[in-house]
Each structure stands twice: as C-alpha cells, then as structure tokens.
C-alpha cells in the first residue's frame, strides 16, 4: 500500500530545505513503499450527519463484520511486561463488548440526553478514529508501524507494532486500544520488549483505496455518513451547518481530520451533557476542542533550524562594524 507523506516530516523538509536556500519544486522523495512528489495527497473525508443518526448501530455491526475475525486473541498465559508497574490489556475475553472502544471494537455508538429550547432529544454520534490530517500517532511510532495512506487513511501495520504505546499517549482523544500477549514482540524479548499491540479504525484502507465507501458507511441505512475529497466534504459541512444554524466538529481539531461531524447543537453543549451524564471516559472519546497538537514542534524545528543562519549573519554583522570601526581616524 502506498504511504502518504506526513504533513509534519514536510515542514521538517521545508525547514532545512529553507534554510539552505535550496527549492523543492519537482523533487522527489521517498517514505517507505513508495515515491512522490509534493502535492499528490488526495485526502478522502467522512462527513458524519449526527442530525440524520439514530444510534442503529448498523456501523458497527458493518465493523465488527470485516474486522473482527482478523484480530488475534492471546494464548493464556502470556508475558507479563516489566517492570511491573507496566500497565497489561486484555479484552480477550470481552469481544462482544460494544459500548466503547476495545482491540476488539473500533467503533460505537456515543449517545446523551439533551434539552435544545425545551424540547429534550437524544443525541447519537458514532465514533472511531479521525483520521487526523496530520497525525502525531503516525510521527511518534517508535517501530514506525503507523502509516498514513495516500487517501488519508490513518494505521497499523500489525508486522511491526509491539505495543509500547506512543500511539496512545499522543492520541488526543485515547481512540488506540491495547491488547497484550498478541504481536511480534513474543518472538523477541517479551519480558521487556513491547506490550501487545494496538488497535483501532484503519478507514478500511484497501476498500478507500480502491475507490469504495469503508463499511461503516456503505452500511448507515440513514444515509448519515458519506465519503469524498476532504475539500468536497468541508463545503458540504460549511453549507449544512450554515443553512442549519448548526456546529462543525473535526475542521479544525487537531490541524484538522478526515471525519467532519455537523449538528444543529453545539458540540460543546454535547459535550458537556456526555460528561455528566457519564459518556466520556477511557474508551469513550471527548469532544474536547484538541489544537493542532503537532504546531509548536514544527516551531521549535524552525527555529533550532534557522539558529545557525541567524548566527553566522549577526557575526558577519559584527565583523563588518570592527572592520568599519577601524577605518575611523
């Protein structure tokens, strides 16, 4: 599968590119499986429709459906990590479980209670992994296991993913799960090597790539989620959000992603009523508004960069005001 160039490795490239004063126009470059030149990422988005959603659950079972059987279940009993305050996952036995995000569920049905101009309502908006545009899961992998496909596509390559979790605590929504006692690092040293591995939504990438909606939404009977280019998609979201008075959630967050949910209520007010109505929690993402979490990284790398130059034109400064000084009589 071809990967897409991160966003963030470009500003890197862009930084020391800049600095040396060299142009990038029709350069070619490389990431693992395969050769680009920039402006080729063709980004395809999801726009949710939380008005149309009515908590089926048909996304799920669609999910559950393509996915599950693939997923590897630990022989018992299997290595625990070192030292021993090392946290282990096992939801091995608890498959069926659909009320949050486990290994073995990548997406579900968060719903709450709400009163819009004193009518109550029941709201529903299915969640997973949103595919950020420029995603730190992806730049801080230690094994290099995250990938992020042409179309957009944010996963895991299960051949190299040992579980250590820098997925996890980048992740500003917690969207990867951790199952322990499967994965390449029982070949190794499983005492204190990995923990497992990760799992979580893959945009069924082979389906995107080739063209096809991921089954979540081939199967909404609502029609409440569909597929395109993300900048097709952030007009419709635009456009429905306007002529409803309504919120766009997913444009912005994060440096923006390829899941755009729209609601006529607010997402800070959906928010606030999952909270304390007990929906937000491990497994069970927040709606909390994430800055692009990847910017002031990018800045120090611009700076770091452009330090030497700055420092080599303020000692030719100074050399040229001695040598100035000394001509004075």
Known sequence: MANKHLLQ????????????????????????????????????????????????????????????????????????????????????????????????????????TITVKGVEKRVFLPRRCLHCTNPQCVTLCSTGSLRQSQEGAVYINRATCMGDGPCERACPWGIPQRQGGVGPYLNFAPKYLGNGQTFKCDYCQSLLAAGENPACVAACPQGAMRTGPRNDIVLQAKALAEKRGGDIFGLKENGGTNTIYVSTVLFRDIEANMLRQGQVGVGMPSLRPAGASMDKENSLLRAVLLAPAAGAALAGLRMWREKQMRRKP
């Open 9 to 112: 490795r470009r500003s890197l490239l862009k930084a020391i590119v800049g600095t040396a004063g060299v142009t990038l126009a029709g350069t070619t470059l490389s990431t693992p499986g395969r050769a680009s030149t920039w402006g080729e990422i063709d980004d395809r988005a999801t726009l949710i429709d939380v008005d149309l959603c009515t908590g089926c659950g048909a996304c799920v079972t669609a999910c559950r459906g393509r996915n599950l059987a693939s997923i590897p279940h630990p022989v018992h009993p299997y290595p625990r990590p070192y030292p021993a305050w090392v946290r282990s996952s096992d939801w091995s036995d608890r498959t069926d479980e659909i009320s949050r995000l486990t290994p073995y569920n990548w997406i579900f049905i968060q719903s709450c």
